[in-house]
C-alpha cells in the first residue's frame, strides 16, 4: 500500500468533545464525526468531566466515522491521539478511573501548591531558593493558579485519599485514552510536563527527578513511564477494534497534548516558527532551540512533540469560550451547535461596528488567567458601555478583546524568544472568521495565515505524528503539506486605535486586580 492511500484515525479531544477524523498521511482530512461531553462546574474552583463519557465519546464518534466509509477500512493503519493539556485521571491498575478527571480548568489543588512554594525570601508568591531548584531543572514549575497536573495529583492525595491510594496511575488525559486503546500504562514527555518533575535540561534525555518528587512528597510509582510523542505503543485492543470497526493491526502512536499537536498541524514546527491558535482557549507557541524560563510571565521551554525541541507557549484561560457567553448569556441568541459555524453569524453583527468598537472594551478573564498574569480571582467585563452601544460592539469588543489579551502574551513571547515573531500561522475555530484573522493582524501588528481547514489542526498533527512514528514521513516535510486559505497583512489606519486600546486594556487589569480579589477570594470561583 503507497502512502497516499493509508490513513490515520486521529482523535482530537477538547474541552467540549471528542472529534474522530480520518486523515491521510499527507494531511487532508477526508472525514470527521463528532461527539459532545459535558464540563461539571464544582465549588472551590472545581472543575470536572467523566471519563467514561468521553471514553464512550471517542467509540460512538469512531464507530459512526468508520461506518460511513469515507474511505476502505484496510486503509487505516494508525491511530494517535490529540487531548486537552492538564486535564488529569486517577486509574487503578485495571485501568479502571477512580473518580471523575479534573479539568485543566480546576484549580481547586492551588492551595497546596501556594503553601508549598511559599517562604522567604519570596517573588510572586515562590520561596526564592525552592522556585530556583526547580527552574533549573524543569524550565519552570507548579504554578499557583492550581491548574497544572501536579496540583491536580496533590488534590487526589490531600481531599481524595482513597482515590490516591488505590491509584496505579495518575495520567494526562491523553494517557488514559492511550491506555483504554491499548491496555499500556505510558505517556509522552510533553504530556507529562505540568507535573513538574521531569528533568528536561538534556531534550535527548529526559527523565524523572528522584528529588523533585520526594521534595513534593508524591510517590513516583504512581507516574507512567515516558516516551516520544511518536513511540509506537502496539495495536489497537482486539476488543476495541471491534467496537469502533477497525481492522486488526492498527497501530497507536503516544501522541501529544493539544498544544503541541495544533503546532504541528499548524506547520509551524521550524525553529522560531510561531503559531496562534484560538478555541475555547487561546495561545501562542513558537518552537525554540535553547532551554530558557521567564518566571513573571509563566513562559518556559518545554519539551515538544518533536524529539530534541522546545517550545515556548503563552495561554489565555478564555478566547472562543467567550463567544458562547456572550451568544448565549447577553445576546440570547442560544446555544452554539458544533456542526454550526458561529463566526459567521457573529462576524456579520461585528462587522458592521468600527475598528475599536467604539471604544467598548471587553476583557476576557472569565476563569481567571494564567497568562502572562498567573491570577485566578480576576474577572471579565464589558467597560465603557454607554446607552449607544450596540450589539455589534459588544460582539466585535469581544473579539477584539480576546486579541488585545493575545498581544498582551506575544509581547512577552516575543521576548523570550529574542525576536519578532512574524508571519503567524493561525489555527482553531476562531481562525473560521476573516473578520478574527483581520482584527488579529491589525490588533498583532503582525502578518497572519489563516491555516486552511483551521479546525481540524489537532486532528491533522496527531496524523503528522503518527506518520512520522510510523516512518511515513519526515518533521521537515510538515511546513510544505499545510496549506493557506488566506494571508492577512495590518491597516495602518487601525494602528492608532489599537495601540490606544491596549494600553487601556492593560490599564484594566491593573486597576482591578485588588478589586476582583476582594470579591472572589471568599467565593473561590476560580
Known sequence: MSISDKHILAIDHGTSGVKASLVSMKGKVRDYAYRKTEMFFL????????????????????????ERG??????????????????????????????????????????????????????????????LKWIHKTAGGPTLSGKDDIAHMLLFQKEFPE??????????????????????????????????????RDPHNIHYDDKLIAALGIDKEKLPDMYDSTHVLGPVLPEVAEAIGLPEGVMVVEGSPDHQCAAMGSGAVEDYQAHLYVGTSSWVQCIVPFKKTDIFHSIASLPTSIPGKFSSVNEQDMAGGCLSLLVQNVLGIGEIKEDENPFEMLTSIAQTSPPGANNVIFTPWLNGERTPVDDTTIRGCLFNLTRTSTSADMVRAVMEGVALNVRWSLKYVEKFAGRRLDAMNFVGGGARSDLWCQIFADVLDRTVRQVSDPVAANARGAAFIAAVGLGEIEWSQIPELVRYRATYTP???????????????TDLYKAHKNICKRLNSGDKND
Open 43 to 66: 465549588p472551590e474552583g472545581g472543575a470536572e468531566q467523566d471519563p467514561q463519557e468521553w471514553w464512550d465519546a471517542l467509540i460512538a464518534a469512531c464507530r459512526h466515522l468508520i
Open 70 to 131: 469515507s474511505v476502505p477500512r484496510e486503509s487505516i493503519v494508525g491511530m494517535c491521539v490529540s487531548s486537552t493539556f492538564s486535564s488529569t485521571v486517577a486509574v487503578d491498575k485495571d485501568g479502571k478511573h477512580l473518580m471523575n478527571a479534573l479539568s485543566w480548568m480546576d484549580s481547586r489543588g492551588g492551595k497546596y501548591v501556594r503553601e508549598f512554594m511559599k517562604g522567604f525570601p519570596s517573588v510572586l508568591g515562590y520561596h526564592v531558593p525552592k522556585a
Open 163 to 200: 482515590v490516591y491510594k488505590n491509584a496505579h496511575k495518575i495520567l494526562p488525559s491523553k494517557d488514559f485514552f492511550n491506555l483504554k486503546l491499548t491496555g499500556k500504562f505510558a505517556a509522552s514527555y510533553d504530556s507529562m510536563t505540568l507535573f513538574w518533575v521531569s528533568d528536561v
Open 491 to 505: 491597516n495602518p489606519s487601525n494602528r492608532k486605535t489599537y495601540d490606544t486600546l491596549f494600553k487601556a486594556y
